[in-house]
């Protein structure tokens, strides 16, 4: 499905829901459902987004892959986000993505698909951990600031090339010039 048609559908539905709870609840109710809902989302951002950021570190420490614990926390993030903005049905997808069962099933979800693909690798501590099933594959990473190259040094058929310490317009001792102090 094209992207910018759910962006094109969603504030159709998302109004109609307004109207539809409004109409059933009134507007007052409708409005503190929505104001409940980004401050219910704000605060399981912060509560449940540093206990999975925790797990994602512990993880990486003991040399296994944070997958699971890394889309987790975004799905957490999204999760609060969809609660932050105003709107019922992006309250329920939100809901929805802070409940572990669902959370684990569109992750196992996804994580088949990308399998599937091949479209994934993970690397922890500069090792190649494959494609997150555990089995390792691939070459090292170098450590960051490290540019793994090849290189050939060039030489020159000019004789004349000065030595560290020696200048071409300034002779030295060996041109039986001054010696440099």
Do not use: K
């Amino acid at each position: 499905m094209n992207p910018l048609l759910i962006f094109l559908i969603l504030p159709v539905l998302e109004i109609a829901l307004f109207i539809q709870v409004g109409d059933w609840i009134g507007l007052w109710p409708t409005v503190l459902l929505v104001i409940v809902a980004a401050f219910l989302g704000t605060a399981l951002i912060r509560r449940q987004g540093l206990s999975v950021l925790r797990r994602a570190q512990t993880a990486a420490d003991r040399g296994e892959a944070p997958v699971g614990a890394v889309f987790e926390g975004f799905c957490i993030v999204v999760a609060g986000v969809l609660l932050i903005i105003p709107g019922f049905l992006t309250d329920i997808v939100g809901l929805a993505l802070f409940v572990p069962f669902l959370r684990n099933a569109l992750g196992r979800w996804l994580l088949d698909r990308l399998r599937r693909s091949g479209g994934m690798r993970v690397w922890v501590n500069g090792r190649d951990m494959g494609d997150g099933s555990g089995r390792p594959g691939g070459t090292p990473r170098p450590p960051p600031g490290v540019i793994d190259a090849e290189y050939r040094e060039v030489r020159t058929p000019d004789d004349d090339v000065p030595e560290i310490g020696q200048s071409r317009w300034r002779p030295g001792p060996r041109d039986g010039g001054p010696e440099p102090h």
